[in-house]
């Protein structure tokens, strides 16, 4: 098979990764791809907001599938251009896409169909906002309503924060994105991310795993798109996934379909665990970043026919995945100023020496200089991801690959996968 994986970023490095390794794999073509990727297969520089650059590739390398990554090329229509093309297509068509591109659709839609979540209202101007905090307790959830690259969301521990948080949204800091804002009441839990594939008809659960969304130890500082994952996390309980399957991803996919959205990709669940059962918190439309890393190396079933069936309609004629019986975690190793500004072509270091069988680095932020030398390129620029027979033992191979990393400015949380130490330890 020829495969396009559309994205730059540490899940699409993954996602590549694990692609490669198919029997079923011929070509693997990335775009635009990074360093990483460009060690597994073929890189194009197309964009992935570039619709008709990005099907121009799929049929001038007569793509089998193109692997659609990020949101970004979802909310542009890519998935729907490519249907049109004659292209199998894994990820979700713009309107169905809107269950992550807009959050006052997700948190209406989940009013609409019955799926739990927190109370809320969506508003356009600052003084109602304002106004409508006055019925919640803090602290108080503020999104902006579309797409803002993890970094929408402000969780405020007091009513100075919560205004200060509308006022900024809807002044302009996410442009469109914040031209709404969607105003939350805070649930109380823990927090745990489900995914699922669907082919528009039928879904298939496709593991787990606990993410870290604050940049520093103890969850402290802003919301960032992600600074580490474990899995298997022990807040998501056999009992837990199944209600989350039967109250929050079943219903969403029947949902979006009776809208006529039928859906075919992975669903992103994001769920907060409280005393009442799994609610919604918001749904992604892709795999998760880094979620996605932990999920490539624990998945032992070989990816392609997942992807494939997804893409293609014919979900049922597969067995449920397989897992290796491991724990698994990825570290997000940042640069210096993320999640605000982060200070770009710094050189690294080490980075590509052989780690062994149990340690993958993944490339999320990186480009290559003139002389060759690997340099920072975004936010999240490395994500080091190791497997072990317990998490203590995964954890202690990736930090121990962090240190020998040479990454002036750079830095990582130290407690990714507390949790699940802690109920190890108990």
């Known amino acids: 098979m020829n495969i ?82 004659g292209v199998p297509c894994f990820g979700p068509t713009a309107s169905a896409g809107r269950l992550e591109s807009s959050k006052a659709f997700t948190k209406v839609f989940a009013e609409r169909h019955g799926l739990p979540t927190g109370r809320f209202a969506v508003f356009e101007a600052a003084d109602p906002a304002r106004a409508y905090l006055d019925t919640l307790a803090a602290p108080f959830v503020i999104k902006a309503d579309g797409l803002a690259a993890g970094k929408g969301v402000v969780i405020a521990p007091d009513r100075a924060t919560a205004d200060a948080a509308i006022d900024d949204m809807l002044g302009g800091r996410f442009g469109a994105a914040g031209a709404r804002v969607v105003v939350e009441e805070f649930l109380v839990g823990e927090i745990a991310s489900q995914f699922a594939l669907c082919d528009g008809k039928t879904s298939l659960l496709f593991g787990g795993a606990q993410d870290h969304k604050r940049a520093f130890d103890g969850d402290e500082g802003p919301n960032t798109g992600g600074m580490g994952a474990y899995a298997p996390a022990p807040v998501l309980s056999d009992a837990t996934v199944a209600r989350a399957e039967a109250e929050l991803i079943a219903p969403a996919f029947a949902g979006i379909a009776a809208e006529g959205a039928p859906y075919r990709g992975v669903l992103f669940c994001e769920m907060m665990v409280t005393a009442e059962g799994p609610k919604l918190v918001e749904f992604n439309v892709r795999f998760g970043d880094p979620e996605c890393q932990v999920l490539m190396l624990r998945l032992e079933s070989d990816l392609v026919p997942y992807l494939l069936a997804a893409a293609t309609g014919t979900l049922h004629t597969l067995p449920a995945p397989v897992w290796r019986d491991e724990a698994v975690i990825c570290v997000v ?12 072509g710094v050189a690294i270091a080490g980075a590509g020496a052989d780690f062994g069988t149990d340690v993958v680095v993944f490339h999320a932020g990186t480009t290559r200089g003139d002389d060759g030398a690997l340099l920072s390129s975004g936010g999240r620029v490395l994500n080091i991801c190791a497997r072990g027979a317990t998490l203590a033992q995964a954890r202690d191979r990736a930090y121990a690959v962090i240190d020998r990393i040479d990454f002036p400015g750079g830095f990582c949380r130290r407690d990714i996968g507390w949790r699940g130490l802690a109920a190890a330890a108990d």
């Open 333 to 344: 190793l940042a640069a210096e100023g993320y999640p605000g500004t982060p200070k770009t």
């Open 4 to 85: 396009l994986v559309i994205g730059s970023g540490g899940r699409e490095h993954a996602l590549a990764w694990k692609i490669v390794a198919s029997p079923l794999i011929t070509r693997l073509v990335c775009a635009p791809g990074n360093p990483g990727m460009a060690a597994l297969g073929e890189t194009r520089n197309v964009s992935a907001k570039d619709v008709e650059g990005q099907v121009a590739l799929a049929r001038e390398i007569k793509a089998d599938l193109v692997v659609i990554g990020p949101e970004i090329a979802i909310e542009a229509g890519l998935a729907d251009r490519l249907t049109q093309a």
